[in-house]
């Protein structure tokens, strides 16, 4: 046997190929790639939401290309992923605030990075994977914590101005956001904010009103409500892209044995790697 260098020990998967997340309603794979669009979950508890915040987490964790920064305001949701986590966020908002902070500079840091390129002749408007650049995943589970429960009304603004900021912007540079919340009403979604989301996850809403907030106005009278979904079917949403028309999908369930299985060999497999978010 001949040392030649490292041996493999997960396939080359990286944040910029599909996620698969389900099937749709015909039994045929859904594949979504949230690195230039972001993606918006929301619907009733247990509609299924952490299933589709899993399956991307889990998709993330074994690319090696990617950091993880994961908002768990409830602590156990995202939880099996913390050892992986270049920052795990729990309800201290001063430390959410930070993070959030910290992200930002390192999207100015990106773009004056592809400005620069100018100057040797390569005009970029976004990072590819022939860059070499790190994917910065950020996966916030329950928006409505940071944005109307936890610290004060000014942090809480603070908070959404970063994260607007950083849905806005993050898309071009490899920097992708994540967000689910139980609470999909204008307050916690206002439009300005849903609309920077290019896909959207509609899951079990209590009301047309809170499944038109998440999709987009109008859909529920088109046909698309969520709160036409069964309480006992958990992982059914409409799943809505960029330009197109919702679409029903079951989004792929993982135990919790499956996600701390995943979640152990992510550690094992990233082990020689370490370093910060920037």
């Known amino acids: 046997m001949t040392n030649d260098g490292p041996v493999p020990v997960a396939p080359l998967m990286s944040m910029f190929d599909p996620i698969y997340i389900g099937i749709d309603e015909f039994g045929q794979p859904v594949y979504t790639s949230v690195i230039y669009r972001n993606l918006l979950a929301g619907g009733e508890p247990g509609g299924g939401k952490s299933g589709l915040l899993n399956a991307i987490c889990g998709h993330a964790a074994m690319c090696l290309d990617t950091s993880l920064v994961l908002f768990d305001g409830k602590r156990v949701e995202l939880g099996p992923w913390q050892p992986i986590a270049d920052e795990f966020v729990v309800g201290g908002m001063d430390h959410a605030i930070s993070v ?16 620069h390129l100018i100057d040797f002749g390569s005009v970029r408007r976004k990072i590819v994977p022939t860059d070499n650049v790190r994917v910065i995943l950020t996966v916030i589970d329950e928006l409505a914590l940071y944005s109307a429960t936890y610290g004060t009304k000014l942090q809480q603004e603070r908070f959404v ?33 849903r609309d920077l989301f290019g896909y959207r996850a509609a899951f079990r809403c209590t009301t047309p009103n809170s499944s038109n907030i998440v999709l987009g106005n109008g859909w529920a009278e088109q046909g698309y409500n969520a709160q036409d979904i069964s309480p006992e079917n958990q992982g059914q949403a409409y799943l809505l892209t960029e330009g197109g028309t919702p679409q029903k999908v079951k989004v792929c369930y993982l135990s919790d ?20 978010v920037a």
């Open 257 to 276: 044995d499956n996600i701390n299985d995943l979640a152990k060999h992510a550690k094992w497999i990233r082990k020689p790697m370490s370093g910060g």
């Open 161 to 193: 101005v970063l994260l607007r900021d950083l849905v806005a912007r993050g898309r071009a540079a490899a920097m992708p956001v994540v967000v689910a919340t139980q609470r999909p009403s204008h307050d916690i979604i206002p439009t300005s904010l």
């Open 100 to 115: 959030l902070e910290r992200l930002q500079k390192v999207l100015d840091n990106r773009y004056e990075w592809l400005a």
